[in-house]
Structures are given as structure tokens and as C-alpha cells.
T-cell receptor
Framework: GAGVSQTPSNKVTEKGKYVELRCDPISGHTALYWYRQSLGQGPEFLIYFQGTGAADDSGLPNDRFFAVRPEGSVSTLKIQRTERGDSAMYLCASSPRRGADTQYFGPGTRLTVL | AQTVTQSQPEMSVQEAETVTLSCTYDTSESDYYLFWYKQPPSRQMILVIRQEAYKQQNATENRFSVNFQKAAKSFSLKISDSQLGDAAMYFC???????????FGAGTRLTVKP
């Protein structure tokens, strides 16, 4: 079946603009995760959804970052007033349920803030 | 908080030979999960192998095997009969059953020489 998909694959924006990054998880996966990966680093956790609710948003760096998953499937990561430091690869992952299950990653969205 | 350390930023191996990538972690938990992920230049993270901490037997997946030393908090990955397609960044990751995120190491860049 289809894996996790993310759009766009690349996004270039100007400082201060608003961006939305989309994640389409594997069908039937109830758990969805967002990570941020800076160049040369491992991914860092941002937020976790179980169904429609954000069960854990402790990794969001500040209130400019927000994510939704209104129907329990597709999720959108929203970044307001982008800063150059937000430039990174944003990865989405899903798993059948929370807990021990393996997370399956999408190809990521590379965000560049000029 | 759990931390994952990969002390080898770069490793190199000759095609058909064996290489071992190191990973150590810090935790006070007795039950947890460990993973090795591969991230080729295309950037999509792919699961290589996983290990449950309660299992004493080391996990094996074809040419990939781990040496899990729970007391030493060590989780190394051995790649046998290395192939050119094994060239990638390799990330070690830790997951607690009680948390929602995975903690990743900084990664090891593996080069395979023909």
C-alpha cells in the first residue's frame, strides 16, 4: 500500500511569511508524529496526534508553530511569522497505534526561509 | 530524559566487508525499544531493524544484526557483506513505551567503497 506522503517536497519562503506543510499518513494509522531535522542532525520530536487530538505538543519550539489533524487522517503543520532558523527538513511519521509500534516516515518537506 | 549517542560521525567500509556502527543510550527505564533507521541521500527514513529491551536475543534482518548489551546500554549495528546501496546516514533511536516520541542520535554517515 501507499506509504506516508508529504507535500510540498520543497518550500522556499521569505522571513515573516506563513507556511503550511501537509502530511498524509498510511491509511488506518491512528498515530501521527511531526519531527524537525536540521542539517547534520537527527530528527527532533515536535508533536504527536492520536486520532484527531494533539496528545503531546511538548516539542513545539514556540507558539508560532501549530498543527492540526481535524479528521484523524491528514495533518497540517503551520508556521507563522517564519524565521531563518526555521529552515530545516520537516518529517512526518505514522504508526498503527501509539506505544511500541514502529514509526513509518514520509520523505519530508525541506523548508527554506530566506 | 533519555539521550542517544552515536560517537562515529562517519564510517567507511569496503564493498563485501563488514562494518559495525556504535550507539549508546542513557535511560533509567527497564522496558523500551531501540531502532536503527537508514536515511539515503533521497532523505526518506527507512527502518532497518528494531529490538525490544526485554528480549535477550539480538535482532537480525538478513545482512543486518545488532549487538544489544542492556547492562552497558549499548546497541551497535553490524552490516555484513556491505553493498553500495548501504551507503546512507544511519540513525539509532530510542523509544519508551510511555512516551510519544523517539529520541534519535546525531547519525553516522556510512560510505561504501567499491
Amino acid at each position: 500500500g501507499a506509504g506516508v506522503s508529504q507535500t510540498p517536497s520543497n518550500k522556499v519562503t521569505e522571513k515573516g511569511k506563513y507556511v503550511e506543510l501537509r502530511c498524509d499518513p498510511i491509511s488506518g494509522h491512528t498515530a501521527l508524529y511531526w519531527y524537525r531535522q536540521s542539517l547534520g542532525q537527527g530528527p527532533e520530536f515536535l508533536i504527536y496526534f492520536q486520532g484527531t487530538g494533539a496528545a503531546d505538543d511538548s516539542g513545539l519550539p514556540n507558539d508560532r508553530f501549530f498543527a492540526v489533524r481535524p479528521e484523524g487522517s491528514v495533518s497540517t503543520l503551520k508556521i507563522q511569522r517564519t524565521e531563518r532558523g526555521d529552515s530545516a527538513m520537516y518529517l512526518c511519521a505514522s504508526s498503527p497505534r501509539r506505544g511500541a509500534d514502529t514509526q513509518y516516515f514520509g520523505p519530508g518537506t525541506r523548508l527554506t526561509v530566506l | 530524559a533519555q539521550t542517544v549517542t552515536q560517537s562515529q560521525p562517519e564510517m567507511s567500509v569496503q564493498e563485501a566487508e563488514t562494518v559495525t556502527l556504535s550507539c549508546t543510550y542513557d535511560t533509567s527505564e527497564s522496558d523500551y525499544y531501540l531502532f536503527w533507521y537508514k536515511q539515503p541521500p533521497s532523505r526518506q527514513m527507512i527502518l532497518v531493524i528494531r529490538q525490544e529491551a526485554y528480549k535477550q536475543q539480538n535482532a537480525t534482518e538478513n545482512r543486518f544484526s545488532v549487538n544489544f548489551q542492556k547492562a552497558a546500554k549499548s546497541f551497535s549495528l553490524k552490516i555484513s557483506d556491505s553493498q553500495l546501496g548501504d551507503a546512507a546516514m544511519y540513525f539509532c533511536a530510542y523509544r519508551s513505551p510511555n512516551n510519544n516520541d523517539m529520541r534519535f542520535g546525531a547519525g553516522t554517515r556510512l560510505t561504501v567503497k567499491p
